[in-house]
């Protein structure tokens, strides 16, 4: 089964900046793949990879939501996980902060294309882009 050809104008969606808010996030992606008939293992890896972006807004900056976006274009769905937040280009250290920072790399193994809008202090607000096509 294939996607039409045409544009689907985006969805958009807020929701509160807090971890009991990933489980409505996830529903938010569940039901756009079953509507556009995604199969399992497209929709697993977007609802990952969103997790993560979302998450990544809720642990690591002070918004209080977060925008969620859901697009398709021919093969291709796009979502947009928005806050109001600054983006932190940092280096990790394991031995000081403990585990984590696996966040970019793992949504990047699980989409197609990944791109970060990082929000500044003068233009506060981080875009993430994820791009998923059927293969």
């Given at each position: 089964?294939?996607?039409?050809?045409?544009?689907?104008?985006?969805?958009?969606?807020?929701?509160?900046?807090?971890?009991?808010?990933?489980?409505?996030?996830?529903?938010?992606?569940?039901?756009?793949?079953?509507?556009?008939?995604?199969?399992?293992?497209?929709?697993?890896?977007l609802l990952?990879?969103?997790?993560?972006?979302?998450?990544?807004?809720?642990?690591?900056?002070?918004?209080?939501?977060?925008?969620?976006?859901?697009?398709?274009?021919?093969?291709?769905?796009?979502?947009?996980?928005?806050?109001?937040?600054?983006?932190?280009?940092?280096?990790?250290?394991a031995e000081?902060?403990?585990?984590?920072?696996?966040?970019?790399?793992?949504?990047?193994?699980?989409?197609?294309?990944?791109?970060?809008?990082?929000?500044?202090?003068?233009?506060?607000?981080?875009?993430?882009?994820?791009?998923?096509?059927?293969?």
């Amino acid at each position: 089964m294939k996607f039409d050809d045409r544009t689907i104008v985006p969805d958009m969606r807020s929701f509160r900046a807090h971890p009991s808010a990933l489980f409505e996030i996830r529903q938010f992606v569940r039901e756009h793949a079953a509507a556009a008939s995604l199969p399992e293992q497209m929709t697993n890896d977007l609802l990952l990879a969103v997790s993560e972006a979302a998450a990544n807004s809720i642990i690591h900056t002070t918004t209080a939501a977060i925008q969620l976006s859901w697009a398709r274009d021919g093969e291709c769905v796009e979502i947009e996980v928005r806050d109001t937040g600054i983006f932190k280009k940092r280096v990790r250290i394991a031995e000081v902060e403990g585990r984590g920072g696996h966040g970019i790399p793992l949504m990047m193994a699980l989409v197609d294309r990944l791109t970060i809008e990082e929000g500044t202090q003068r233009r506060p607000g981080t875009l993430v882009r994820l791009v998923k096509c059927r293969t």
